[in-house]
């Protein structure tokens, strides 16, 4: 007796079926035709039945769809073994440990972007000298708790408001950064990110990042009509040209250079300027995608689909050109490797703390305005990760830990998206973030077609 998983799922493009198991993601593609006999496993059936119902030679390759089912977990010996499944993925959450660290530099920002979630709300300046080095010995505690971990990538990021607003500070942590890194009290894998508008860099300044390998990522939006939309200083001017002249800064300081890129409605509506943008001009290395926040009602109503698309269609791209998009590679790796992606943020997981300009520590830096889910502050020498309420609740924010997700095809690749997104959407980080979950949909069917297609071209 055999029974049709409650992970299997199935797409369609005749005359094809792909069936794939959500969580152990190995697609088997069989002949639409064929599709009946194995719907016909749903509440159990055995494989002889099957057989004697088509026609002999059609037997052969039935038989041979079957195992493959089989050792892709679609068909399976006992219901039991779904429970099984989820139940181990389950089991390894809950377990907070910070791989992450954002340090809000400042509050304040030069630019005043429409569709920016800090927007200067409840302003607490910049970050000092000492609440600076007090959240880098903070974050060097935690991760010193648990010595198996302490080795693995760590990932500080520099984040504002903009985080060159308070260069003065950013400047001495690097040295700080780079002594503890020597002293063993950072891993040697430490990886620095910056987020930034790119108006303030200098050539200085960018001598001094890639000294200290600090990963750059500018935002841009597209050309100069995209990025104006949304983007402008606080006095109303256009920022575009300001923007270009820091990709310039880091190309002629030679760092490889990164972009986030938020998909407004204006970058999306004309895909080959917007990447004519990214590719030619700004000679990007790497780039994420953020979706945008929707809280305020602002985007159209295809905008999910149109976004998602316009990501897949870029990463297409990229993929051609070595450029690493972030967004959908987790996605496309957890695909690849079958390895379960259970969240899709530093957050989720309770693998993140954010230091806010005031030295309030909290686990999202999406709340670091109205500073929910800040429990404790760099002060706190007392402070435990591991049975901190707030860190323990989002340790379990998952698809996998979600009942609305457990039916859904993106169970094993998708990360559960942008928990604030959910809260300021829905009204809880529990709910979903729909934005994402068309991404997160529309990104698995393309991963599994685009597999086939690889497997005739080859
Ligand atoms: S929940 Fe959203 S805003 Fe918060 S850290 Fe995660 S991705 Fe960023
Ligand atoms: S968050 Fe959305 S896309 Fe992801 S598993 Fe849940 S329902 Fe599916």
Redesign the pocket.
Known sequence: MLYLSRYACFFNRSPTIACYHSLRMMPVYIPETLFPLIKNFESGNCVEVQISLVDSDKKEELLKIIEALKEARILIKDPAEDEKAIDYFKNLLGKPYPHLAYFILTDECNFRCKYCFVKNQNPSGKMTMDIAMKGLDFFCKLIQEDSKQFDLEKTIVFYGGEPLVNWTVLNALLDKIRLLIENGKLPKKTTLNMVTNGSLLTYEIAKKLKNHNVQVSISIDGDDSATNTNRVYANGMPVYQDIKRGFQICKDAGMNIGASCTLSEASISDFDKTMHVLLDECEITNLGFNLIITGDGKTNKEYNERAAKFIIDAFKIFRKKGVYEDRIMRKANAFVNRTVWPFDCGATGGNQIVVAPDGDIGVCHGFTPQKKYFPTNVYDNNFDIKTDATFAEWSMRS?IN?P??QN????GI????CPFQAEIEEGSIWA???R??????MTLEWLIWDLLDQMQTT
């Open positions: 698809p979600m609305e997700c859904c095809p993106a169970l998708c990360g559960g998206g979903l973030d729909k994402f979950c068309v991404h997160a949909k």
